[in-house]
C-alpha cells in the first residue's frame, strides 16, 4: 500500500511569495494533519483536517491556511512568505479513531529567501 | 500548556553498549503518547503507543516503557543502523498532538 505522498518535495521562494503544499493520505485514513519543522527541533502542529472540516489548530498566524478535500487530499497554503518560514513541512495521516498514531509523509523541503 | 522534555540532546554509543532515552511531558488530559524515529531528511515513523501508565511495549531491539509523568526508550544491544532522532509526542483529548525536540542517537560500530 502507497504511504502518505507530498508534494513538492522541495521548493524555493521569496519573501512575501504565496506558497501551495499537497498531501495525500494513506487510503482508508480521513484525518490529516500539518506540521512545520524546523532544523534541531521536532514537528510543531499546525492543522489538524477530518471529514473536511478543520479539527484543530496551532500557534500560527492567519497567513497559514488549509482545506481538505472529498477524497481526503489536503493543501497547506501559506501567504505572505517570511525567511523563518523555511522549514520541512511535514503531512500526516491517521484514522480518527487513534488520532495520535500517525503516519508521516516525507515533507516538503521550503526554503524562503 | 502541553509540554514534552526530551533527555540527552545527543547521545552516542558503542554498538551493543545498551542505554535509555527519556521522555517527560506535562499535559491535560493524556489521549497516548507515542514514539517515532526520524531519519535525517525524511518524515518520522510510527514505533510505539502507550496508552496508560505501566504499559511496555518491544520491537525488536527497542522497549518503550510509560509512568504518569514519563516514558523510557530503552535501546538493548544497539547497532550502527539505530541512529537516527527519536522522537516523543503526547496527544490529547483536545486532539493535538505536541512534539519533543528528540533525542539524536548515534551507535559507533
Known amino acids: 500500500d502507497a504511504g502518505v505522498t507530498q508534494s513538492p518535495t522541495h521548493l524555493i521562494k521569496t519573501r512575501g511569495q504565496q506558497v501551495t503544499l499537497r498531501c495525500s493520505p494513506i487510503?482508508?485514513?480521513?484525518?490529516v494533519s500539518w506540521y512545520q519543522q524546523v532544523l534541531g527541533q521536532g514537528p510543531q502542529f499546525i492543522f489538524q483536517?477530518?471529514?473536511?472540516?478543520?479539527?484543530g489548530r496551532g500557534n500560527f498566524p492567519d497567513r497559514f491556511s488549509a482545506r481538505q478535500f472529498p477524497n481526503y487530499s489536503s493543501e497547506l497554503n501559506v501567504n505572505a512568505l517570511l525567511l523563518g518560514d523555511s522549514a520541512l513541512y511535514l503531512c500526516?495521516?491517521?484514522?480518527?479513531?487513534?488520532?495520535?498514531?500517525?503516519?508521516f509523509g516525507p515533507g516538503t523541503r521550503l526554503l524562503v529567501l | 500548556e502541553d509540554q514534552v522534555t526530551q533527555s540527552p540532546e545527543a547521545l552516542r554509543l558503542q554498538e551493543g553498549e545498551s542505554s535509555s532515552l527519556n521522555c517527560s511531558y506535562t499535559?491535560?488530559?493524556?489521549?497516548?503518547l507515542f514514539w517515532y524515529r526520524q531519519d535525517p531528511g525524511k518524515g518520522p515513523e510510527f514505533l510505539f503507543t502507550?496508552?496508560?501508565a505501566g504499559e511496555e511495549k518491544e520491537k525488536e531491539r527497542l522497549k518503550a516503557t510509560l509512568t504518569k509523568k514519563e516514558s523510557f526508550l530503552h535501546i538493548t544491544a544497539p547497532k550502527p543502523e539505530d541512529s537516527a532522532t527519536y522522537l516523543c509526542?503526547?496527544?490529547?483529548?483536545?486532539?493535538?498532538?505536541?512534539f519533543g525536540d528528540g533525542t539524536t542517537l548515534t551507535v559507533k560500530p
Open positions: 499535559v491535560s488530559g493524556l489521549r497516548g
Open positions: 509526542a503526547v496527544n490529547t483529548n483536545a486532539g493535538k498532538s505536541t
Open positions: 500526516a495521516s491517521s484514522l480518527m479513531r487513534d488520532p495520535g498514531t500517525q503516519y
Open positions: 502507550l496508552y496508560s
Open positions: 487510503s482508508g485514513h480521513k484525518s
Open positions: 483536517y477530518y471529514e473536511k472540516e478543520e479539527r
